[in-house]
Antibody, heavy 122, light 110 residues
Framework: QVQLQESGPGLLKPSQTLSLTCNVS??????????WSWLRQHPGKGLEWMGY???????FYNPSLKSRLTISVDTSKNQFSLRLISVTAADTAVYYC??????????????WGQGALVTVSS | QSVLTQPPSVSAAPGQTVTISCSGS????????VSWYQHLPGAAPKLLIY???KRPSGIPERFSGSKSGTSATLGITGLQTGDEADYYC???????????FGGGTRLTVL
């Protein structure tokens, strides 16, 4: 059973770059058939889908974040990562990694990581 | 602002049945599959329903999903105190070119 775990710094200053990694265990990132995704939840708000990477390296991003967001995969480490540049306080959120099945970007999310709180503050 | 509309809260007594609605349009629910998630505080969101009405293994039959036109519904029967959580619907939106979630519904089991 595939399990996911996020890791990365929890506190950033405005204008810095947010980098998070999701470690995949219990299965191969190559042949599990998932679109490896990042989502986030702002404090007191709903869920926001950010984008995905496939094991091949192909990506698809939420247009609202596309100019600042990069999602990449490292098959040798069975990990995928998120990089969000020029962060502001509006990027303060709990960040989740998840595996998406079904049609690319259109399917369902399962499993999910536990989430990583990232705070952007000067 | 989400394109999927959910009621902010619903409540019912233990053992009762509750439904949570998710209203959208032809850009999302009307032409794409809906999934539902349960989110307990401090925990990872949990998939309850996918492809409108299918339950993953391990999800009790008490949870059901349906869809009609541009609206979807999550039903929960035999409510338990452990069902208290936030529930989210989600679907692809072709106008946004993004997967979108509803604003979430807080379920209180009185």
């Amino acid at each position: 059973q595939v399990q996911l775990q996020e890791s990365g710094p929890g506190l950033l200053k405005p204008s810095q770059t947010l980098s998070l990694t999701c470690n995949v265990s219990g299965g191969s990132i190559i042949n599990s058939g998932y679109y490896w995704s990042w989502l986030r939840q702002h404090p007191g708000k709903g869920l926001e889908w950010m984008g995905y990477v496939f094991f091949s390296g192909s990506t698809f991003y939420n247009p609202s974040l596309k100019s600042r967001l990069t999602i990449s995969v490292d098959t040798s480490k069975n990990q995928f990562s998120l990089r969000l540049i020029s962060v502001t306080a509006a990027d303060t959120a709990v960040y989740y990694c998840a595996g998406q099945r079904g049609p690319p970007a259109r399917g369902w999310f399962d499993p999910w990581g536990q989430g990583a709180l990232v705070t952007v503050s000067s | 602002q989400s394109v999927l509309t959910q009621p902010p809260s619903v409540s019912a007594a233990p053992g009762q049945t509750v439904t949570i609605s998710c209203s959208g349009s032809s850009s999302n629910i009307g032409n794409n599959f809906v999934s539902w998630y349960q989110h307990l505080p401090g925990a990872a969101p949990k998939l309850l329903i996918y492809e409108d009405h299918k339950r993953p293994s391990g999800i009790p039959e008490r949870f059901s999903g349906s869809k009609s036109g541009t609206s979807a519904t999550l039903g929960i029967t035999g409510l338990q105190t452990g069902d208290e959580a936030d529930y989210y619907c989600g679907a692809w939106d072709s106008s946004l070119s993004a997967f979108d979630f509803g604003g979430g519904t807080r379920l209180t089991v009185l």
